[in-house]
C-alpha cells in the first residue's frame, strides 16, 4: 500500500519520500481510520490528504476556510495533472453549477469547499449524490471553540458524514492545536485519540531568542544594520507601534514596508509586493500579515512585543526560515507587554473566551520567562512528547551558572501565603520591595515586607514570573490576575525542593553577542 502511495508521490509531486510524518499519516488514512494530524505550518500537511485522494476512487472533498488559498491549491495540483475543482462566494451560480456538473462526472479528484457551504441544504443534497470516500478538514481548530479561530459554520461538518451511506474516511488537519484543541477536534469528529498524530513540530534550522528589558529601539536598529543582507518581518502588537517601528526604520535609511489592517486594501496589497520582491529588507506588520505567504528565505522575525497566545507567536515565528536555512526568531519581552494583551482580550466581542485568551496569554508570558529550552517549551505547548533539547536557543546557549535562590523563592513564597493568596505579582513585588505606594501601606505591618529589598520592585516582579514559569506560583487568571503556591511550592517552602536561577543578565552582555 505504502510503496503505491510512494508511487504516487514521486509520480505527481515528483518528491522521492515521505517526510516522517507524513508516512504515518497517510497509512493510517488509508487503512480507513478517521485520523488528526497536527503538523506546524510548511510541514507538508497537504500531501497527507492529496496522495490519499489519489489513491482511492471517488472524489475527496476539502473543506477550507481560506478562499485565497483554495485557488493556489488547485491551480497547483492542475500544474501537477491533478483534476481539482473549488466552490466558494467568489464563484457566480453558472460556475458553480458547471464545476458541480464536472465533479458529477467523476473526473475531479480532489473539491475543495469553503464551510458556509455546508450550511446549504440543497448543496448537501448535491453532495450526497457524489461517491466520496474521504473527507479532508483543513484548518480543523477552526471546528474547536478553544481553539484561536473558532468559526461556527465549521460545525456542520460534524453531521457531514452521514449523507452518505457508506461513511468517507475523515482526515482533520490543523497546525495550530493545543492538547486541549486537539481533543476537541478528536471529540467533536469521533476521531480515537489513538489516531491522532502530534508531529514535526520543531524547526530544526530555526534558532530561538528571548530578550528582556532591552531598548527595543536601540535593538532594531542594530540589529536591521547588521543583518542589512537579510530579508525579515518585524511584528509589533498594535497599528500603532508598526507605523513608529516603521517610522524608525524609514528614517535609519533602511528600505522597510509596512502592513496592518489600518491601512486601505491597495496600499497593503502593494506593500506585501514589495516584500514579496525584495523591494525592501524589512516588513514592519501587526498579525494582519502572514497569511499564505510563501516567502521562503525569510532570515529572521522579530516579534517587537510578546503576542497574546503560543499558537500566534510560532506561527509568526515559523515564518522565518521556510528554506530550512538558518534563521533567527527574536522576542524583545517587557513587562507591559502583558497589559497591552490584557487590554486587547479585554476588547473581544465574545466574552465567553476571554478565561480561554488569558490562560493562553499566561503561556505565552511563561515562554518569556523559562530558562529551559525554548524549543522544547514550544513542541511541549503543542502537545508533542519527545523532547530533546535544541542546542541554540538563547537559554541552550546561555553558559551563565545557574545560583541556588531557594532562599529568596521561599521569601517571596511566605509573602504570597502572608497576603492571604489573593493578590496579583505587581502588589507582591512592591511589598516585598518595600515600597513606598500608598496602595500597599495596609502591608506594612508583615514581617515580609521589604524582605527583598536591595531588589527593586520590577526586578522582584521578574523573579515572580520566573517562579511561575517554574510552576512554583501559580496564576488565578482573570480581570485582575492572583498568585498561589502550587504543590511545587509548598515543597519549596518546606526546604524539600530547590530552586535554581541564571545569574541576572547584563543588558549590555548579551548585547555584545547579539548583532
Ligand atoms: P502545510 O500545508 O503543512 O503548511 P505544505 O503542504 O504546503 O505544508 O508543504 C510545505 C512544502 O513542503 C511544500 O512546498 C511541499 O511541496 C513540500 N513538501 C511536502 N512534503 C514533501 C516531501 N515529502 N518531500 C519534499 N517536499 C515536501
Redesign the pocket.
Known sequence: MIQQAQQI?KQY?G?????SG?QQVIENVLNGRDTLCV?????????CYQVPALYVEGTTIVISPLISLMKDQVDLLHSNGVQAAYINSSLTFGQINETMENVKNGTVKLLYIAPERLENEIFRQELSKLHVPLIAIDEAHCISQWGHDFRPSYRTISSLVTLWKKKPTVIA?T?TATPTVSEDICSLLNIKVEDSFITGFSRDNLSFKVLIGENREQYIKKYVKNNENEVGIIYAATRKSVESVYELLLKNGVRVAKYHGGMGEAERTEEQNRFLQDEVQVMVATNAFGMGINKTNVRFVIHYQMPRNMESYYQEAGRAGRDGLPSECILLYSSSDEQTQRFLIDQAQDRTRIPMELEKLQSMVDYCHTENCLQSYIVQYFGETRISECGQCSNCIDSRPKLDVTEDAQKVLSCVVRMGQKFGKTITAQVLAGSRNKKIEGFRHLSTFGILKPMSAKEISSFIEFLISEKVLLVQPGQFPTIYISDEGKAVLLGNKKVLRRTKIEVSAVKQDDP
Open positions: 508521490l509531486f518528491y522521492d519520500s515521505f517526510r507524513q503538523m506546524p505550518t510548511g510541514g507538508g500537511k497537504s500531501l488537519l497546525a
